[in-house]
């Protein structure tokens, strides 16, 4: 039995370094293949919700004020209702001509908070009809020339969606051990080769930096079309990718502002969405649990503890995996010796994702700044 295991997480891996669209490598970034400037500089409007954000705000809507981008542009912060006088910080900045600050109004039944915010944004954006919309995050910063490159990318190939995946923190020891794999995971369940190619129907986004047609956006229905979504930026492009094709990438230039201090930091981010992810469904979550426990743990196990052929094919396997985390480690700049860590963290996920649908029967699943999200969905 052990050798029939050892053979299926093998075999499991072979297929996820060569027929998964080479996720693992991490080649799709924005510091390649990057084009040139468009004839004409469209307008933008970038749309910022904020909730509870004044660490952080000065920073990120400053580092929008400082784009060297040579169109109209201009920002829409939206306050989602703070109590820390983030709006205040923000329109401190100056910038006047460039800046709005919204008071949002209370959020309804049926919104989760970010995507209501966002929507209130987006509707006075209306009032100028700019080509494209930045949708990011408040506590995201982007270096001077981002909205630049992404334009210039959404302009030569007629992008619909160009999504960022911001570079998050990796300072901290929970940050170091569990940061880079929640990229290797995504791209694993996303290959970014896949969503980037219009033949596949695979979509996903990164909500901290995406660059929307404006057009594109109101011909799929508005994000009133995915106002109850949790992972909104995932549902968001589906939605796009049936208006056109859709980009998404790396990058070193959208950085986020916000620190994981503890190992149950990182897990309340994982777990404000994992269950939502699965559909709510505890089927899902069975078969996602056991899947992780075949994929990732079979395999040391079975090189510590088995004998013979069985002990072999788990060496295999884990060498496997340990390589395939490579390039993603190398990004963040880790030691190659995270690899060998893979499945311990893979681990940690797998309790993540439990925890996640155990707050969600509990009735605070989803809970993000003070609001559980989840309740409207898995219902």
Known sequence: MNVGI?????ATWVYLLLGRGGFWLARERDDRDQPGSPAMWPSVIAVVPARDEADVVAQSIGSLLAQDYPG???IILVDDNSTDGTGGVAGALGGKDRLE???????PA??????????????????????????????????PDTLRRLVSRAEAGRLVLTSLMAKLTVQTWPERLLIPAFIFFFDMLYPFAWVNDVRRK????????????????NAAGGLAAIRGKIIDDCNLAGLMKRQGPIWLGLTQRAVSLRPYASLAEIGRMVSRSAYAQLDFSPWLLAGTLAGMAIVYLAAPLLALFAGGLASWLGLAAWTAMALAFQPVLKFYRRSPLWGVALPFIAALYSVFTLQSALETWRGRGGMWKGRAQAMESAG
């Open 110 to 143: 049926g919104w989760t908070g970010k995507l209501w915010a966002q929507s209130q944004g987006v509707a006075r954006a209306e009032d100028d009809a700019p080509a494209y919309l930045l949708l990011t995050d408040a506590d995201i910063a982007h270096a």
């Open 202 to 217: 695979t979509a996903a986004a990164a909500g901290g930096c995406m660059l929307a047609r404006r057009d594109a956006l």
């Open 72 to 74: 109209p542009f201009r």
């Open 101 to 107: 600050v919204w008071s949002g109004a209370p959020l």
């Open 6 to 10: 050892g053979v299926l997480v093998l």
